[in-house]
């Protein structure tokens, strides 16, 4: 069965410092890959997502995210973070066996510190 | 904004109630996902629907229903409460069927107590 697993439940990082997060995902097929990010009380935005062709994705905010079909991992990364990037962010694989429901990691809560 | 709408916000209501989440998708998205976030079991996938029919079930109960309407918005019906029901439950759209982009609501926090 697809499942993606985001193996930091917790990250701080200072403010101006790099950030990368981490994805790694089980699927047979090619994937379809989206990082979202959920500030407190908001719902999901769409950071960046991958369907095929260039393995490094551009998103919003700065954002960006490198697919590693030999590794089975879609990591998140931004060469600088600032204290607005604090929030959560999850990664998600589309899952066909599922219709085209997402399945979603547990998430990771990003805490940027001055 | 995402464009994607839902209502009520918030709700608060007792166990053994009945009560309705309502979602408008985005302008021309024809596929309506109700998810349902809690702490214990993160992102759920619960239904889906696509231009008004069933096409896609996850995890949901059975005391959970949910349709499509024919000018698209959606509407999930959650039954006989209980305590574990409380939860956020967000409703996302996208133009297809297909593996593509979903685009969610501000979602609505469901209180059970």
């Known amino acids: 069965a697809q499942s993606v697993t985001q193996p930091d439940i917790h990250i701080t990082v200072s403010e101006g410092a790099s950030l990368e997060l981490r994805c790694n995902y089980s699927?047979?097929?090619?994937?379809?890959l989206f990082w979202y990010v959920q500030s407190p009380g908001q719902g999901l935005q769409l950071l960046l997502k991958?369907?095929?062709?260039?393995?490094l994705v551009q998103g919003i905010k700065g954002f960006e995210a490198e697919f590693k079909r030999s590794q089975s991992s879609f990591n998140l990364r931004k060469p600088s973070v600032h204290w607005s990037d604090a929030a959560e962010y999850f990664c998600?694989?589309?899952?066909?066996?599922?219709?085209?429901?997402?399945?979603f990691g547990k998430g990771t809560t990003l805490s940027v510190s001055s | 904004d995402s464009g994607v709408t839902q209502t009520p916000k918030h709700l608060i209501t007792a166990t053994g109630q009945r009560v309705t989440l309502r979602c408008s998708p985005r302008?021309?998205?024809?596929?309506v996902y109700w998810y349902q976030q809690s702490l214990d079991q993160g992102l759920q996938f619960l239904i889906q629907?696509?231009?008004?029919?069933?096409?896609a079930k996850g995890n949901i109960l059975e005391r959970f229903s949910a349709q499509q309407f024919p000018d698209l918005h959606s509407e999930l019906n959650l039954s006989s409460l209980e305590l574990g029901d409380s939860a956020l439950y967000f409703c996302?759209?996208?133009?297809?069927?297909?593996?593509?982009?979903?685009?969610f609501g501000p979602g609505t926090r469901l209180l059970v107590l």
């Open positions: 996302a759209s996208s133009v297809g069927q297909g593996p593509e982009t979903q685009y």
């Open positions: 699927y047979g097929a090619t994937p379809y």
């Open positions: 991958y369907f095929s062709g260039d393995t």
């Open positions: 998600a694989v589309g899952a066909e066996q599922a219709g085209t429901a997402l399945i």
């Open positions: 302008s021309g998205d024809l596929s």
């Open positions: 629907y696509y231009n008004g029919e069933e096409r």
